[in-house]
């Protein structure tokens, strides 16, 4: 067992506080991202799950062990960070035994069987033999990759491992990381800001922003779900749309809704209240249909992959849209917005309300 519990921590560097306490657990065998822009804590936090960093309150359990105050060596975690420390005078197969050398319950016999596993798995067999400083930045980043991992520790921690890697070598690395993931169930957590990169490799992300973790679970419930404004907007190419609304007479009226929705009677009383719809779910049609409010579109539709990406303006609001069909009119032309109301988010001061 390596659930990892993190019990109220928090990290302060002088007045600034970095992690703002934390409390939550990633279960053992799955692979967690943690996922937030840049300057969050991620690494922060990362640092402190490692052991290199002491949190300013609060512990960390590993399987049940209180491992605040151990330093990193005694705490049995792989890692990989952006710039893995890498050994340019030893081959690609003694980096990744590295780490197991000066561990006593593993053989060489062991040794070599795991070395091999895991060349295996990242599709590097051939380049047991080379070294480190022949290899291009994407395939350093997989030894780095199975050094982490070939020791078998029960909890490895990765730091944006793919920053530094080209693009299509980015891909590779993914793909063989999600093997590697799939083939030893160890305990992981990934930071990335990278949405994409967390919707392919995590069991659960944990979007964090400001130093708190907003949301904790699986891809498609933090896609489809947000219980927050910023994870709406965070996530999703482009992120989810928020329009104004306000509440009348129990009732909440905005310049996307054609007819007013019953308001919750336990909606906060005076809160801001916002309406979010995903760019994907705003139906734009050529005519007036059931539900529908005129548009101007004002922006030119870009094709991508299929789809078309465009806005439209409701007097002063703007609405992203992502369609399958060209739009219907031209630059500054007339159309029809409607969504299905089953589609439509409430925010009340910037946290998703359900009644
Ligand atoms: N040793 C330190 N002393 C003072 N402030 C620090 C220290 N380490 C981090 N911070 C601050 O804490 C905040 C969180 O930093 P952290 O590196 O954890 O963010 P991050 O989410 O990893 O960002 P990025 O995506 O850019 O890597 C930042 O504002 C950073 O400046
Ligand atoms: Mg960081």
């Given at each position: 067992m390596a659930e990892i519990v993190i019990d109220h921590v928090t990290k302060r560097f002088g007045s600034f506080t970095a992690v703002d306490d934390i409390d939550m657990r990633f279960a053992d065998g799955e692979v967690a991202c943690l996922l937030g822009p840049s300057g969050c804590g991620k690494t922060t936090l990362m640092r402190i799950l490692a052991g290199l960093e002491r949190p300013t309150s609060g512990r960390v359990?590993?399987?049940?062990?209180?491992?605040?105050?151990?330093?990193?060596?005694?705490?049995?975690?792989?890692?990989?960070?952006?710039?893995?420390?890498?050994?340019?005078?030893?081959?690609?197969a003694e980096n990744i035994a590295l780490p197991m050398v000066h561990d006593r319950a593993v053989s060489a016999t062991?040794?070599?069987?795991?070395?091999?596993?895991?060349?295996?798995?990242?599709?590097?067999?051939?380049?047991?033999?080379?070294?480190?400083?022949?290899?291009?930045?994407?395939?350093?980043?997989?030894?780095?990759?199975?050094?982490?991992?070939?020791?078998?520790?029960?909890?490895?921690?990765?730091?944006?491992?793919?920053?530094n890697v080209e693009v299509n070598a980015k891909l590779q690395l993914i793909r063989a990381f999600?093997?590697?993931?799939?083939?030893l169930r160890q305990t992981i957590v990934y930071v990335t800001h990278d949405q994409t990169e967390a919707m392919t490799l995590a069991d659960r992300i944990a979007?964090?922003?400001?130093?708190?973790?907003?949301?904790?679970?699986?891809?498609?419930?933090?896609?489809?779900?947000?219980?927050?404004?910023?994870?709406?907007?965070?996530?999703?190419?482009?992120?989810?749309n928020f329009v104004s609304a306000r509440v009348e007479e129990g009732l909440v009226r905005s310049a996307i809704?054609?007819?007013?929705?019953?308001?919750?009677?336990?909606?906060?009383?005076?809160?801001?209240?916002?309406?979010?719809?995903?760019?994907?779910?705003?139906?734009?049609?050529?005519?007036?249909?059931?539900?529908?409010?005129p548009a101007i579109l004002v922006d030119q539709a870009i094709g991508i992959a299929g789809r078309y990406l465009t806005r439209a303006r409701i007097g002063e609001t703007e609405i992203k849209v992502n369609t399958e069909r060209r739009p219907p009119a031209p630059l500054g032309g007339t159309v029809h917005l409607s969504v299905p109301r089953e589609r439509l988010m409430l925010f009340a001061d910037g946290t998703r309300f359900t009644a």
């Open positions: 359990l590993f399987g049940g062990r209180d491992v605040t105050a151990l330093p990193p060596r005694k705490r049995n975690v792989g890692m990989v960070f952006q710039y893995p420390v890498m050994y340019p005078t030893l081959s690609v062991e040794r070599r069987r795991r070395v091999d596993e895991v060349l295996d798995v990242l599709d590097i067999r051939p380049l047991a033999g080379a070294f480190i400083e022949d290899l291009d930045s994407g395939t350093r980043q997989k030894v780095a990759v199975g050094r982490a991992v070939a020791r078998q520790s029960e909890i490895v921690l990765f730091d944006e491992p793919t920053t999600k093997l590697v993931t799939q083939r979007l964090m922003k400001s130093g708190r973790i907003l949301q904790y679970d699986k891809p498609q419930v933090l896609y489809n779900e947000p219980t927050s404004e910023f994870g709406g907007w965070f996530l999703g190419n482009p992120g989810m809704l054609a007819d007013p929705l019953p308001a919750p009677a336990t909606l906060p009383r005076g809160a801001a209240i916002t309406i979010g719809i995903r760019p994907e779910r705003v139906r734009m049609t050529g005519e007036p249909v059931a539900g529908s409010v």
